[in-house]
């Protein structure tokens, strides 16, 4: 093989994008954001609960969660109109009444395609739908790296995604594999010889050492010893099976390291049976609430510093389909939870749950469009100008909603 050739897969192959990262710890005060993609577009109506419509118990007949106090796994009130999915009970709930969770319903992107690829494109690059073509190098979360000025920025997954794309050097940690490094010391040392006196030289160097600093840090304080599992329909996104492990390594370094992170989680397209206040769904739900409640819990002290945020391409069908489950659909629900949140309530622009008010007859509405409220959570979060916002959110005037 050509010396060009195998130095280009041996760094392919590796499992931290090599770039100039600052080894710096995490700094007091500074804010500290998550997002959490959940891919596969999960059912919002199955979360967040429209307890005060009847209209969504004649339309969900099987797969309805139960109203409160009628069932053992019936849904849990928050307020006079939304309820909660009992699956989230000793996790999420405990949050939401410390007022460190809100709710965002009817929340999305105007991308009305209902396909799960191109809508996460949309999403992950955030850029305008109409007018000059996508850039796909260039993803909303390397944008804000380069307002902020930061490169402590990370994204917990096994390829970089495309938020992260862009100018600002990110690394990709695949977690559920840090155990299993794809070079050894000797490997990784005659690599950086390769390079050695070259302009990458620095680059490489830099990308072993995050990824071996990176490994210590995990290693030194695993709870659980757990692993995501691939689900390559979500574009190799670990499920939420395991992800409490996961969440307490990503706090750790979220806690003492980087300031900006992103991960994501598959497994939440139900066609078929997704089930109502127990089930497939609710089981998927539970998981992920015990890996948010740990992050929570790992990161101590700077939980008062930190801000997660909890989205999904799309929302799904109102009404049930024939196999008890559910099918693409257009506005989803979005949780921003953390220290800095202005938490207990159901924020954002609302309609009431009928059929008068779904989108094309079948879908909630999108009527807190993500860039425009993204925008307004990062102008307060890091006091942007409406200029810097335009900079992370082309043709984008921040919204702000009252999230933090």
Known sequence: MHRRHFLANTLAALPLAAGSVRLMAASPGTPRVLIVFLRGAYDAASLLVPLGSSFYYEQRPNIAIARPGSAADAAIPLDAEWGLNPALIDTLLPLFERRQLTFVPFA???????????????????????????????????????????RDAIAFTDQLPLTFRGAVQVPNLALNTLTKPGFDARQSEAIA?????????????????????????????????????LLAASRNAITAKGFEGEAR?????????????????????????????????????????????????????????????????????????????????????????????????????????????????????????????????????????????????????????GLV
């Open 108 to 150: 999305g992107t105007d991308d009305t395609s209902r396909s799960h690829f191109e809508t996460q494109d949309s999403i992950e690059l955030g850029q305008p739908l109409a007018g000059a073509p996508r850039n796909f190098q260039s993803g909303f979360m390397n944008r804000l790296a380069q307002v902020l000025g930061t």
């Open 193 to 229: 010889r390769m390079y050695q006196g070259s302009a990458l030289a620095g680059s490489v160097r830099e990308g072993f050492t995050v990824r071996d600093e990176a490994v210590r840090d995990i290693a030194g304080g695993s709870a659980t010893g757990m692993h995501g599992e």
């Open 249 to 401: 390594r990503i706090a750790r370094l979220m806690r003492e390291r980087y300031h900006l992170g992103f991960v994501d989680v598959g497994g939440w397209d139900t066609h078929v049976g997704q089930g109502a206040g127990s089930g497939y769904l609710a089981n998927r739900l539970a998981e992920l609430g015990k890996g948010l409640a740990a992050y929570a819990d790992e990161m101590g002290a700077a939980w008062s510093d930190s801000t997660v945020v909890v989205l999904s391409e799309f929302g799904r069908t109102f009404k049930e389909n024939g196999s008890r489950g559910t099918d693409h659909g257009h506005g989803s629900v979005y949780w921003v939870m953390g220290g800095t949140v202005r938490g207990g309530r159901v924020a954002g622009e609302q309609v009431a749950v009928d059929a008068a008010s779904l989108f094309q007859k079948r879908d909630y509405q999108v009527l807190n469009e993500y860039r425009e409220m993204l925008g307004g959570l990062f102008a307060r979060l890091y006091g942007l100008r409406p200029a810097q916002v335009q900079q992370v959110f082309a043709g984008v005037s921040a919204r702000n909603i």
